[in-house]
């Protein structure tokens, strides 16, 4: 065990160092970070001399070793636009995005695993066929725009829900929560559902899908002849065989809710990870984009890694080392 | 009274020698001021210096405003004003082309100074209004003696990027970048007549249109802006909030590459049709600004003429008026010019930059490939839009969409950089992105810069700009609309350089 | 003794788009406490679909279509879902055909042993677990206390299979219905189980249900007899009657075809009652694709040489502990000559599937040299060339389930080795060839638009027979080929890889624990315990003057059909 | 009888005839869901390929598109025209027309970069799931790589390499491709990963060990066996998927990569319509929304049914 997660930290040391590389290779393209960091009165010569100071004339990879040296030593760079420390603006931002992400993968879980059993039982029934219809209304239309119905409906029309922001956040060391205040629970209610609505109708398809497989397995038919309790057949037995291949893309679908809540967060000015980087983007903030790209980086592979962990505790028989 | 407000974008640094940008420095004036300042009306009136005046053709005098309180309880001498001058030069400053106007700063006694420019300079009161003054001692106790670096690792501290301390109305209570920034009340604010009633101050920045335009109505909010000018009419409607709208210092124009003998981006081989001055006419006469004012803009820009607007020192009213629309008129001149069927011709334009700006350069794209130009529209965003079109790149550009608004507001600057011969070594016309050249207006434009009779320097400028609207050099769209959004019972000063001046927003008592 | 369960006039059909079919008529059948019914009939008959509808267990596309089942004198077709679940496990269970897959991969077979006897049973965990662990010890598992908490896919077949009998019998049912409870076991773990049901019938007063194609467990069990043929009941009887004296044709017929125990027939009895699965025809090896001989060099010395092989398992989590080695295959040498059928046959779990399969080169092993036709595969790296070789072999799989491609339709199972290997010529005939297979494994030509979902598994073992055949093996090794399959059945395939050998010069390892049959097949037999060989001798040796201690042992276990008419 | 009529394989019945008679045939034409999905979704194309013939007006040539007609809300409402029955759209253009035109780039975006996606996917995952040990290790890897990155950045990325390497001009015809190989690189981890997690289950499995024997090579037996039995949840993402492709392209296009804004998408019409949603003109985004909804749902529809259909045990 501790081999493997050695071997896969290796891994993930090296799947970064890509990530940079790739990156930096890719910041050429992006734009121009000058433009956005002097007024229109700073001339030509000044902006040269600023690209000069901040090594973008360098080659890449001259760039990119550079910033290989700084982060081993922990160091991201600063920020061209904020000017603070680019490890000080993620720390500041991770709990915004944390909490989002968590609770809306929570909800996509908790009410996407349930409706995916219920519509593999009752395959014909007509509320399953209507919830399936229904829950692909939601991904058929962009994020965007469904962020901006429900502000409209919500926030504009009854205003029951603030439009923006986090609301009342509680400093707890160098974590900022805002799931102890009303107004941040309020703040969180709609940018939750709007990033849960893809990853819900995702699981609760594929939980179907794999649900049916499963229930027409032996084992399955032995369980019930053995007069188990439909719950224990349906959830201890079917969903957990159904879980293996579900999964992994419940875990890519976690990942991916945290590293790309971008559009999301910035419908809601959310102020977290997604919102910092888009805005990276638009600034050609390189420091930024280039820290917040390793970090999700991190973040995938520790996510494998427990998913990989994860089939092994499920499924026994991927225990065996035999060939 | 609080006072909760939005923009779409945020301060960019507290350091007021970090970014020229104009809400930075609009937001920052409420923290910090320089010599001079700006009123409601971009009208030069004391700030820090009580009163000035020309003591040579190179020398103005200063004097300064007496029991000025720094917020962290300094007081404010005429060492702080060398301090930030200079500081203003260090290697961060963004503000370097301020500080350079200035040649030496002489100290005659604690609240009198001599300043010095390299050459005569007419408007020089303008050109310290953005140059704030900062305490030398808390500075030097911070370690931000130099404006911060964009670049991590060097000696100097970022504290002055994330703290404050300035003289102004408002001090800053806390920050968190694009989340939230407030300020309070300072009590030892030397002006005691300033209208403004508000307390606490809490600024959110809001990137999304439509998620600003909601936050004000739903109430969150006492201001916002810009407001998308579609959503005017859902706010006049709206109860309990109203529109403010003037027109914007800034032109929006268009910009063509005249220095080339092929273009970058066209189907015609061999030449440059934008050489042509035919061409360019029919250009101008093929684009109908009224109808983009009245779909694109909705009735609120102004069509303009002219490179620079009226709240602008130089404005010349009668160049003003846009070219004629008339269709068959550009056909003839092209058809004249040799391209009877037209051509193609690359078109770059920013999405994110101005009001509307992607959809004005459709609108153009519309327009023109009516007389036969057939326009390939390449829009994107301003960072990779600046990246092409801007001399770092070559100005990789044929045909392109900018606005421009002279920060001193005068009509030199606009001629200095958009419009004089493109030169590096001069670092004139380093926006002038089409390499349009008049010899006659460079001649006219070294000379407007240190004119100081104003009669002369009008007729000057205006000669320039004759000539320049002659050429076709530039095709003027509009002066985009300021577009404010505010709750009923909040009165602010609306300025032409769009910046909120905190001093005049009146909180009319809770109902 | 009273009546415990009464089936009466039951019809089950399959609903299909080509029209319904009828899986089940007129069925009657009826158990008293006490008493154990035994089921016969060809694969396919409706057996198991029997089994299935008594217990409400039936999924669509099939249904009861009339007929009554009665539990102790209560009517239990058509009860609600709920109270039928109460019933099944505590009331009435079943023991399904498959072992492999009737167990969640999931669980550790203590969970699954646990959960079943708390939900009908009032016991605590700490209870359920004792008594399962005793249950394990009853079928048979050795050291039990251990191997509880392993998972499936740790235990061999035959071990799975006892697993399975532990299920059903946990919550202490009254009436069984065993579908083919033994398949998988050698001689000495059927005649634990077989005692063990008799035990529980005679003792508890339980009332049992034995389906099965094995007419030694027949003799050896039951007390009446059924025989169901193409979905209905033939004839019933006590058990004597029926296998001394039958009425019906295909009694007659069935009992014709068990393999003699104690004589070694040239060829099996051949059925006469063949109307079966369509028209069964005959091939004439002769003429036939099948039979075309193909050259291979000239060979001297044994065709397949075994040189100490060993094979080792490492089993265990991950997680540090618990990882421990099971040495499959623990030095184990045999030569088989071209032509001969070489038997292999010990308890389950003794390492002889985990032999074909490395012969076949399914596994790599971790010892030892497999010389084919005078080449060390092992030595061969180039895939190609090992592949040569490997061509020439062709594996029958012990597990008629999951042998099978699920997504693919028959036809195109048997037709892929031919079309792969390019063996015939065009398409037209390489549909001629799997139809003309399908027809000769009893299958008929029909079936090749079906997928393997919808076959018994007798039916399904017969796909892979005739999958297997495509190639046109030089070598065949036969894990359990007939285990699933009826004595009829079983006497057409055997009779037909017999005519094969003779025909083609077909070299055979032939694995199974079903001593009749090897003594048919073999003309040598290696006898396996833990992985090692125990005894290697020529056939009738081994049966008439076994020389080792653990193959009297077996022998003296082996069902005999007293009284069958032969 | 327990034998039935089955398909005799080879029976000279022609391609018509077969499929007349094929199980997926005869599931489809036995569930209405799925029928009025496909007539949809083939009208819908249809249209889509056919828009020159189709739509009233041609609203990517600019010269055809007046300003002057811009915002005009659908015909039956006040100051509609009837020629514009779904109204105009920011630019003039008639909002019915831009939708089929549109969604021949959205279609073409959403097929191509999701068909592009899954293969390179399925392939990964088979390859990986398959070959275990260093295989997977090194594909995994590459595959956390590639999730590190959205697609906007990957579109940035694969667009200014494309710039730099054609010449000018050319940058319109392969906008599309641009856009399908940047969707497409940022999609297929998904397939590769669920992939090679039914496999890794499925090659243990005693039909994969017969594959072995019969000496069929590890492709034939990953694609031909392991393949159809792995697919089902490669449907799910896929068709789900198709609809994230068509609007990413609309978020791509926005960052000036992509389709240019004078030939706006189905999704891009939306984006430009989500604009006026506050303003009142409801229809430059509802019509094209209603559109993709319908679209995604009939597609979605269908591979639910083409999923159980292809379940020979969920027949
Ligand atoms: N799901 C199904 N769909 C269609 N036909 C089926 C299905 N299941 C079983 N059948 C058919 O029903 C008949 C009876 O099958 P059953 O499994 O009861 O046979 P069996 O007597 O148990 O055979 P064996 O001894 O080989 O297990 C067979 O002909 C089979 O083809
Ligand atoms: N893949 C595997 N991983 C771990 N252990 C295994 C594996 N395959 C087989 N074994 C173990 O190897 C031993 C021999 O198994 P094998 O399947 O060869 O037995 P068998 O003689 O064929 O038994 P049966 O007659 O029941 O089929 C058993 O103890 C089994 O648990
Ligand atoms: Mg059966
Ligand atoms: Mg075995």
């Known amino acids: ?323 | 009274e609080p006072f909760h407000y939005a923009f779409q974008g945020d301060v960019q640094s507290l350091d007021p020698m970090g970014l020229n940008e104009t809400f930075t420095i609009g937001y920052l004036g409420n923290i910090y001021e320089g010599l001079t300042h700006y009123d409601k009306d971009m009208k030069i009136e004391p700030g820090l210096a009580t009163d000035w005046k020309q003591t040579g053709p190179d020398t103005w005098r200063f004097n300064l405003r007496k029991n000025v309180k720094f917020h962290g309880g300094q007081d404010f001498t005429a060492e702080d004003v060398v301090f930030s001058w200079k500081r203003s030069l260090t290697e961060g400053s963004d503000f370097k082309g301020y500080g350079q106007k200035i040649k030496d700063i002489k100290v005659i006694d604690d609240h009198t100074i001599d300043i010095t420019t390299p050459e005569p300079n007419p408007i020089f009161p303008r050109e310290v209004v953005y140059l704030y003054i900062m305490d030398k001692g808390w500075a030097e106790e911070h370690n931000a003696t130099k404006a911060t670096s964009p670049k991590a690792g060097d000696d100097n501290s970022t504290y002055a990027a994330q703290h404050a301390n300035g003289t102004g109305p408002f001090e800053l209570v806390s920050r968190q970048p694009d989340v939230k920034s407030t300020l309070k009340r300072f009590d030892g604010y030397w002006d005691k007549d300033i209208p403004t009633n508000v307390t606490d101050v809490t600024f959110t920045p809001i990137s999304q249109d439509a998620t600003r335009t909601a936050a004000l109505i739903s109430g969150e909010l006492d201001m916002a802006w810009p407001i998308p000018l579609q959503d005017w009419n859902r706010l006049e409607n709206a109860k309990g909030v109203k529109i403010l709208h003037a027109p914007d210092a800034r032109t929006i124009f268009l910009g063509m590459d005249q220095f080339r003998d092929e273009l970058l981006y066209s189907s015609v081989k061999g030449k440059n049709p934008l050489k042509d001055k035919k061409v360019r006419e029919a250009m101008a006469h093929a684009i109908d600004l009224k109808v983009i004012d009245q779909k694109i803009m909705r009735g609120a820009a102004e069509p303009a003429g002219e490179l620079i607007g009226p709240q602008i020192n130089g404005f010349v009213k009668s160049l003003n008026t846009p070219y004629e629309y008339d269709p068959e008129k550009s056909k003839k001149l092209l058809e004249e010019a040799g391209y009877p069927d037209g051509f193609e011709l690359g078109m770059d334009c920013p999405n994110n930059r101005y009001v509307n700006d992607a959809l004005i350069c459709q609108a153009v794209a519309g327009l023109l490939a009516r007389v036969g130009i057939r326009i390939d529209l390449n829009a994107q965003p301003k960072s990779k839009y600046f990246a092409k079109v801007s001399p770092q790149s070559g100005n990789d550009t044929s045909f392109y969409l900018l606005g421009w608004t002279p920060s001193t507001f005068d009509a030199h600057n606009a001629l200095f950089n958009l419009v004089a011969t493109f030169d590096t070594e001069k670092n004139q016309g380093q926006f002038n992105y089409g390499h349009y050249s008049n010899p006659k207006i460079d001649e006219l434009t070294d000379k407007i810069v240190s004119e100081t009779d104003q009669a002369k320097r009008q007729e000057m400028i205006t000669e320039a700009m004759t000539l320049l609207k002659d050429d076709v050099g530039y095709l003027p769209i509009h002066q985009q609309p300021l577009s404010w959004g505010v709750r009923d019972g909040v009165s602010v000063a609306q300025r032409a350089d769009d910046v909120i001046d905190l001093r005049d927003v009146v909180i009319e008592k809770a109902k | 003794m009273s009546v415990l369960l009464d089936i009466d006039g039951l019809k089950v059909v399959f609903e299909s788009r080509h029209g319904d079919v009828t899986a089940a008529r007129n069925v009657c059948l009826s158990i008293a406490s006490g008493e154990i019914l035994g089921v016969v009939g060809e694969s396919g008959a409706g057996k198991s679909t029997i089994g299935n509808a008594a217990m409400g267990l039936l999924e669509r596309p099939g249904k009861v279509a009339g007929g009554t089942v009665t539990l102790e004198g209560e009517r239990i077709d058509g009860l609600p879902p709920e109270a039928m679940r109460r019933l099944r496990g505590a009331k009435i269970s079943m023991i399904f055909q498959d072992p492999l897959t009737s167990l969640d991969p999931l669980r550790t077979i203590a969970e699954q042993l646990v959960t079943t006897m708390t939900t009908h049973l009032p016991l605590s965990e700490r209870e359920a677990r004792k008594r399962a662990v005793a249950l394990m010890h009853e079928v048979g598992i050795p050291d039990p206390e251990a191997r509880i908490d392993d998972y499936p896919h740790q235990f061999s077949g035959g071990m799975r299979q006892r697993v399975v009998i532990a299920l059903a019998l946990c919550a202490e049912p009254n009436v069984i219905i065993a579908d083919e409870p033994t398949t998988a076991l050698d001689v000495s773990i059927q005649a634990q189980i077989l005692d063990l049901l008799r035990k529980l019938v005679r003792t508890k007063g339980a009332g049992m249900i034995i389906i099965t194609h094995d007419m030694g467990v027949i003799a050896e069990i039951a007390d009446r007899v059924a025989v169901m043929y193409r979905g209905e009941v033939v004839e019933a009887g006590p058990t004597r009657k029926i296998l001394g004296d039958p009425d019906h044709d295909y009694t007659k017929s069935l009992i014709s075809a068990v393999p003699r125990p104690d004589v070694k027939l040239d060829r099996f009895p051949l059925v006469e009652h063949i109307e079966s699965a369509g028209s069964r025809r005959s091939l004439d090896l002769k003429t036939h694709w099948l039979g075309q001989k193909r050259d291979y060099g000239a060979l001297d010395g044994p065709l397949l040489s075994v040189r100490d092989l060993e094979m080792t398992f490492r089993v265990g989590s991950m997680f540090g502990g618990g990882r421990r080695s099971v040495n499959a295959v623990d030095g184990v040498s045999f030569d088989i000559a071209a032509g001969e059928t070489f038997g292999l046959v010990g308890e389950s779990g003794s390492g002889k599937s985990t032999i074909a399969r490395l012969v076949t080169g399914i596994y790599q092993p971790t010892g030892g040299a497999i010389v084919f036709a005078g080449t060390d595969l092992a030595g061969i790296t180039r895939r190609r060339e090992l592949n040569r070789h490997r061509r020439q072999m062709q594996m029958i799989f012990q597990d008629p389930y999951s042998s099978v491609n699920p997504r693919k339709k028959v036809g195109a199972i048997v037709a892929e080795p031919i079309l792969f290997h390019k063996l015939a010529g065009s398409r037209a005939e390489v549909n001629r060839i799997v139809a003309d297979l399908l027809d000769h494994v009893g299958l008929g030509a029909k079936v090749a638009g079906k997928y393997p979902h919808e076959f018994s598994g007798g039916q399904r073992q017969r796909i892979s027979i005739a999958r297997a055949l495509a190639t046109r093996p030089r070598f065949l090794i036969c894990d359990e080929p007939t285990s699933a399959l009826d004595v009829s059945i079983q006497a057409q395939v055997l009779n037909l890889l017999k005519d094969l050998q003779a025909e083609l010069g077909l070299t055979m390892l032939f694995i199974s624990h079903d001593l009749p049959v090897i003594r048919q097949m073999c003309d040598r037999v290696a006898v396996m315990r833990r992985g090692r060989i125990e005894e290697i001798a020529p056939t009738e040796d081994l049966f008439e003057r076994p020389q080792n201690e653990y193959t009297r042992h077996l022998l003296k276990l082996m069902p005999k059909m007293t009284g069958a008419a032969a | 009888m327990s034998e039935v009529e089955g398909v005799v394989e080879g029976e000279t019945i022609g391609v018509w005839g077969r499929m007349v008679q094929s199980d997926l045939w005869y599931s489809f034409t036995h569930s209405p869901l799925a029928m009025i999905s496909a007539l949809f979704a083939l009208v819908f194309i249809l249209a889509c390929l056919f828009a020159g013939f189709v739509a009233p007006h041609d609203p990517f040539n600019l010269a055809s598109v007046s300003l002057f007609d811009s915002l005009l809300p659908p015909a039956w409402q006040d100051g509609g025209n009837i020629s514009y029955l779904l109204g105009t759209d920011d630019q003039g253009r008639d909002v019915f027309s831009t939708i089929l035109y549109g969604g021949r780039i959205s279609l073409l975006v959403g097929f191509l970069s999701v068909a592009f996606a899954a293969v390179l996917g399925i392939a990964v995952g088979l390859v990986a799931g398959y070959a275990g040990g260093i295989t997977d290790a090194i594909f995994m890897r590459i595959a956390d790589i590639q999730l590190s990155f959205p697609a906007i950045l990957i579109a940035l990325l694969i667009d200014g390499v494309f710039r730099g390497l054609l010449p000018r001009g050319l940058h319109d015809e392969v906008a599309v491709y641009v856009l399908v190989l940047s969707i497409g690189l940022s999609f297929w981890v998904q397939y590769a990963r669920t992939v090679r997690s039914s496999v890794m289950i499925e090659r243990t499995k005693e039909y994969v060990q017969a594959g072995q024997v019969i000496g069929l090579p590890p492709g034939t037996i990953l694609f031909r066996h392991i393949l159809p039995n792995v697919l089902g949840p490669v449907l799910v993402i896929a068709t789900i998927q198709l609809a994230l492709a068509i609007i990413t392209e609309a978020t791509l296009s926005f960052l000036g990569v992509g389709v240019p804004p004078t030939q706006p998408s189905l999704g891009t019409l939306i984006r430009i319509g989500n604009d006026y949603l506050f303003s009142g003109e409801w229809w430059i985004t509802i019509f094209p929304g209603i559109a993709l909804v319908l679209l995604v749902l009939s597609i979605n529809l269908l591979g639910d049914w083409l999923r159980d259909a292809l379940n020979p045990k969920l027949r």
Do not use: C
Request: proline share 4%.
């Open chain 1, 1 to 323: 065990m501790i081999l493997f997660i050695a071997k896969r930290a290796a891994q993930a040391v090296l799947v970064m160092l890509v990530v940079a590389l790739i990156a930096f290779a890719l910041f050429r393209y992006v734009g121009d970070p000058i433009n956005n960091m002097v007024g229109q009165d700073t001339t030509f010569e000044q902006r040269q001399e600023l690209r000069q100071t901040l090594g973008l004339n360098d080659p890449f990879f001259v760039q990119f070793a550079r910033f290989v040296g700084h982060a081993v030593q922990g160091d991201f760079g600063q920020s061209y636009q904020l000017r603070q420390p680019v490890s000080e603006l993620i720390a500041q931002r991770f709990p915004a995005t944390f909490e989002l992400s968590m609770v809306s993968a929570l909800m996509a879980l908790v009410i996407g695993i349930p409706m995916g059993v219920y519509t593999a039982l009752n395959r014909k029934s007509i509320s399953s066929r209507l919830f399936m219809t229904l829950s692909l209304v939601g991904i058929s239309l962009p994020t965007f725009l469904i962020g901006i119905l429900l502000i409209l409906f919500f926030g504009v029309i009854l205003r029951w829900l603030p439009t923006f922001g986090r609301g009342e956040v509680v400093q707890i060391g160098w974590w900022s929560t805002g799931l102890l205040t009303k107004s941040g629970l309020e703040s969180l209610i709609m940018p939750a559902i709007t990033l849960a609505i893809f990853q819900m109708t995702l699981i609760v398809r594929l939980v179907r899908a794999e649900m049916l497989e499963v229930l027409r397995t032996d084992y399955v038919k032995f369980a019930r002849a053995r007069g188990l309790k439909p719950r224990t057949v349906n959830f201890t037995i079917a969903l957990k065989n159904t879980l293996v291949p579900v999964m992994t893309i419940i875990g890519l679908q976690v990942g991916s809710i945290i590293a790309f809540a971008i559009i999301t967060e910035s419908v809601f000015q959310w102020p977290g990870m997604g919102l910092l980087f888009i805005q990276a983007i638009h600034q050609v903030d390189i420091p930024i984009m280039a820290a917040y790209l390793m970090l999700i980086a991190l973040i995938f592979v520790i996510i494998n890694l427990i998913v990989d962990i994860l089939y092994v505790v499920v499924d026994p028989r991927l225990r065996v080392s035999g060939k």
